[in-house]
């Protein structure tokens, strides 16, 4: 079974916080991941590379990125000089192991971040799962959506047990054409239809050999083709930030209120 190794480089988790983020993430794994993909794994916490057993698929929780925008991102161990669809390679580490790896930006919401690069390191752990469908809903099946299953969803999260997780999307996003009345394409339900974008989300995706991004701002899906190196406008790129945190924060008052509510019932 695939081990997977959390290290906090920060010294800004506490052990207990960890445990319980640790126990947050194997749930999520074992009572949701699994059932809709079928991808099993142990998570664990070190405190060093060599605490772990060979093979270890660790994610680090750094202070600053070596990419600048990017709160987290996987990838594979010293393989490649690019990531797939999404430019140049960032974070090169260890010894060549050819293991996937995931970098954390530390922030109050590390656990989200956290668990959305587990997940999809899981699930297209050498970022090479593509899909063909019809990204841009014009009737012809002609692009390669790459399989990062909490991108679309990225500005919505749950809680377990006290602890927040990302929402992900299910395989039904990937292998349906069309909506199907009733059906869930998402762990939280907050999209309705496949190939749909929540706000604040984005995807990845392959048209005529050129790789495309979309992302979902004020409503509207902005597409941006990577080999021509059009970054998003700063107003766009704000917007989406503002959106994935402000919903967050906004799940963390209701979940506060609720606690509130509950004490005050119990008092």
Not at 125 to 151: F, S
Not at 202 to 218: E, H, I, M, N
Request: include cysteine; charge should be negative.
């Amino acid at each position: 079974m695939i081990n997977v190794g959390i290290i906090d480089l920060t010294g800004r988790i506490s052990y207990t916080e960890m445990q319980r983020a640790i126990n947050a993430f194997q749930k999520q794994v074992n009572l949701h991941l699994f059932p809709r993909y079928g991808v099993e794994a142990t998570i664990n916490h070190y405190f060093l590379e060599t605490d772990a057993p060979s093979g270890t698929w660790f994610t680090w929780i750094v202070d600053e990125m070596d990419t600048q925008g990017l709160n987290g991102y996987h990838f594979i161990d010293n393989i490649a000089g690019s990531i797939v669809g999404t430019g140049a390679k960032g974070y090169a580490v260890g010894t060549a192991s050819g293991n996937p790896f995931g970098l954390v930006k530390y922030s109050p919401n590390w656990t989200i971040t956290c668990s959305h690069e587990i997940i999809e390191k899981l699930v297209n752990p050498y970022i090479d799962r593509q899909v063909k469908t019809d990204v841009d809903n014009d009737g012809v099946v002609n692009e390669d959506l790459l399989m990062e299953i909490a991108d679309p969803v990225q500005a919505n999260a749950y809680e377990i047990d006290g602890i927040m997780v990302t929402n992900f999307v299910w395989p039904e996003y990937y292998t349906d054409l069309l909506p199907i009345s009733g059906r869930k394409y998402d762990q939280m339900g907050v999209i309705s239809k496949p190939n749909e974008l929540a706000e604040g989300g984005y995807f990845s995706f392959k048209r005529a050999g050129q790789w495309w991004q979309g992302f979902k701002s004020l409503n509207r899906v902005v597409y941006k083709k990577l080999s021509d190196n059009q970054p998003l406008t700063s107003s766009e790129g704000s917007y989406i930030l503002k959106v994935a945190l402000y919903t967050v924060l906004g799940i963390l008052v209701i979940l506060a209120l609720t606690k509130a509510v509950k004490r005050k019932k119990n008092g």
